[in-house]
Every structure is written in C-alpha cells, then in structure tokens.
C-alpha cells in the first residue's frame, strides 16, 4: 500500500510561501490548512491565497477546511483546482451532498474527525469520500503532540474500508513523526500530513522520504 506524505504548510515560512513549496517538491501533495477563527480558534487565509498556493505549487493542493458552513465555502475551494479538498463532519448537518458537490466538480471530497468526534456514524456513508481524515490533535494549531488515543478510530475505519472493497484514503494529521507515523501507519493510515518534522527539518525533501519510508515499513497488506 501506498504511503503518502502531505507536508502541511502550516509550518512553513508564510513570508516565502513558493520557496518552501519547492523544498517540498518531492511530497506527494501539499497540505493547506484553512482556518475562520470561527470552527477553530486560529485564523490562517482564505480562498484568494490558496488560489495563489495553486498557482505555484509543483505539487497538487489538499486542501483543509477547519470552517464553519462547507456547504457554501467548499465548492470555491474545489473550483480554484485543488486536488482535494476535506472539510469537518462536525461544521455540517449533510456531509454527503457536501462531498457529492466536491465531486461534480473534479476534487477528491474528504471528511474529517476532531478526536472527540464518534466514528460509527459515518462507517456505513464511506463509499460518498474519497478521504477520511483522523485529526490526531486538536484541530486549529500546529505543533501539537500527538493523540494515540485515536487509533481506535482509525483502525475501525481500515476495517470497514477493506471489508467494503473501497477506494477510500485514510489520513492523519497532528503530531506526525518519524516515531509516530509508525503507530499510524500499523493503525491503518496511507496518507499522513507532517508539518514541523519536515518544514522544520534542514533538508525537508530527506525528510519527507524518510516518513515515507517507515510509513511503509509498517504499513501491513490489506
């Protein structure tokens, strides 16, 4: 199974944002966290500056939306060209036609869990994401620790996943390490989003290689 590694550019140098997007030439997309100071207390930028991302990035955009009202916001996100784009289960009361819109579009739609957030309502509704996302902190800052007390969640989502046959990434994002993306990746997680081991590290395309590895190093077949 494929390991993806999606540098979040929450950690990186906003200041001399295409710079750093071209250290990270070698990730597989780039993570662009979107925040309202409304679902979470941070704010970051909005669509005109992903716009931008879009524009100069040498690799595709994940998009995450950490807002209020998807349902009106998401499909900007999606019409800019992002890659994917994932936005929270807990800011909307129909996720489905959320994801359903993203799609019309051309993006991949994802769905995303805060760690308090119950996984078993949304087990039977995968087949509508092309993207699961465990939040392994709290969402809102980076450079958190991570929370093991997730994995239970995401190893009911790899469950479910295999058993249906479906097409559907898993992803973490939090706290992800050379020590921790082990512990999600043998969770079962493909997709991993790493923001201050990479854009902290002198050579962050050594360092998303080395992720990706042991990611895959403990990644069993399923």
Known sequence: ??????????????????RDLHRIATADLVHVDVMDNHFVPNLTFGPQMAGRIQDVSPIPLDVHLMIDNPEKWAPGYAELGAYSVTFHAESTTDPVSVARRLREIGARAGLALKPGTDVEPYLDLLAEFDQVLVMTVEPGFGGQSFMPETMPKLRALRERVSQAGLDVWLQVDGGISEKTIAIAAEAGADTFVAGSSVFGAENPALAIDTLRREAAAHTHTR
């Open 1 to 18: 199974m494929t390991a993806r590694i999606n540098p979040s550019i929450l950690a990186a140098d906003f200041v001399n944002m295409e």
